[in-house]
């Protein structure tokens, strides 16, 4: 009977001291689970303040570029606008140039700033330092989107006279009969060779939606400048900016003749008068950057202004 109650005693020291043990160590997983979760949180933490910061250092390239390669001065003023307004200050130590296809083409944005610490702030950290890296580029436009089926002449004065293109000076465009019977400067954007008015004031209006190439593109035959869809097209561009293909060679006739496009160019419509099949639009050239995709190196295009600004890295 004796060593029976030693023996349950001895069993009851054990399980007392086992159960201790397990407190212990549950009191040290739990510490550790606690932990974890709090550096998730603070990782997490970091990761979205990094991405935002991101965020803005390519809305910050991209605006600087838009100034690109001419005037480097102003593409830091703009970075650095846009950054403040983003909430952070950008240095120009942390703003860069270079050139890939010509000299300063490309502006290069690096950031950083603090993040904020939760759970590891119990160590004595308050916050810690993300960064960012973004670098944008200018280039020509190559294939571009929201095209007007309106034609310039690359020999209009103000695009290859002596020190052009030139830009924001009062000139007209002539809509009337050309060279070739049949066209009278409008185009078929999808060649489809016999899009009617409707189709022509919904492109004037609201651009081809699409990216379209440098090429041959099919004569739209037939004055329909003088529809009223077209009319009404121009009325609702009036005072803005209107993507045209520029043509160096119109070959051919009727439905077959063809614009052979070799750049764009950024047109600001004031006006424009029509009687019958003649008429013209007035307004300026402009430099513009547009949507679109960069003109490749052997793309042999003439620089009418006509830019698009794409993020590189």
């Known amino acids: 009977m004796g060593r029976r109650s030693a023996g349950a005693k001895r069993a009851i020291s054990r399980w007392r001291d086992e159960t201790g043990q397990a407190v212990v160590l549950s009191a040290v997983w739990m510490v550790v689970l606690l932990g974890?979760?709090?550096?998730?949180?603070?990782v997490g933490s970091w990761y979205r303040d990094q991405r935002n910061l991101q965020a803005d250092a390519d809305a910050a390239a991209l605006a600087g570029a838009q100034e690109l390669p001419t005037d480097t001065a102003n593409a830091g003023v703009l970075a650095?606008?846009?950054?403040?307004?983003?909430?952070?200050?950008?240095?120009?130590s942390g703003i860069s140039f270079s050139g890939v296809?010509?000299?300063?083409?490309?502006?290069?944005?690096?950031?950083?700033?603090?993040?904020?610490?939760?759970?590891?702030?119990l160590f004595g950290i308050n916050s810690v330092n993300v960064d960012a890296k973004a670098t944008a580029k200018n280039d020509l436009l190559g294939d571009a989107k929201y095209v007007a089926p309106i034609t310039v002449n690359i020999q209009h004065p103000l695009l290859s006279g002596s020190g052009c293109p030139c830009f924001?000076?009062?000139?007209?465009?002539?809509?009337?009969?050309?060279?070739?019977?049949?066209?009278?400067?409008?185009?078929?954007l999808d060649n489809g060779k016999g899009n009617g008015s409707s189709m022509l004031g919904s492109w004037i209006e609201w651009?081809?939606?699409g990216f379209l190439p440098l090429g041959d593109y099919s004569s739209n035959t037939g004055a329909k400048f003088s529809s009223?869809?077209?009319?009404?097209?121009?009325?609702?561009?009036?005072n803005s900016v209107?993507?045209?293909?520029?043509?160096?060679?119109?070959?051919?006739?009727?439905?077959?003749?063809?614009?052979?496009?070799i750049a764009w160019v950024g047109?600001?419509?004031?006006?424009?008068?029509?009687?019958g099949n003649n008429g013209q639009l007035d307004g300026h050239f402009t430099d513009i950057t547009w949507q679109g995709i960069p003109s490749t190196t052997s793309n042999v295009e003439p620089n009418l202004g006509a830019r698009v600004v794409t993020l590189t890295n």
């Open 228 to 238: 009223s869809e077209v009319q009404d097209a121009l009325d609702a561009r009036m």
């Open 242 to 261: 209107l993507l045209f293909p520029v043509y160096d060679t119109l070959t051919s006739n009727g439905t077959n003749a063809t614009y052979h496009v």
């Open 267 to 275: 047109f600001y419509l004031t006006g424009y008068k029509i009687n």
């Open 80 to 92: 650095q606008s846009y950054a403040q307004k983003n909430g952070y200050n950008l240095t120009a």
């Open 168 to 188: 924001n000076t009062p000139t007209t465009l002539p809509l009337s009969r050309l060279s070739a019977p049949g066209a009278f400067g409008l185009l078929d």
């Open 101 to 121: 296809t010509v000299p300063n083409d490309s502006i290069t944005i690096k950031v950083k700033a603090p993040s904020p610490t939760f759970f590891t702030k």
């Open 36 to 42: 974890m979760a709090g550096l998730v949180i603070d």
């Open 207 to 209: 651009g081809y939606d």
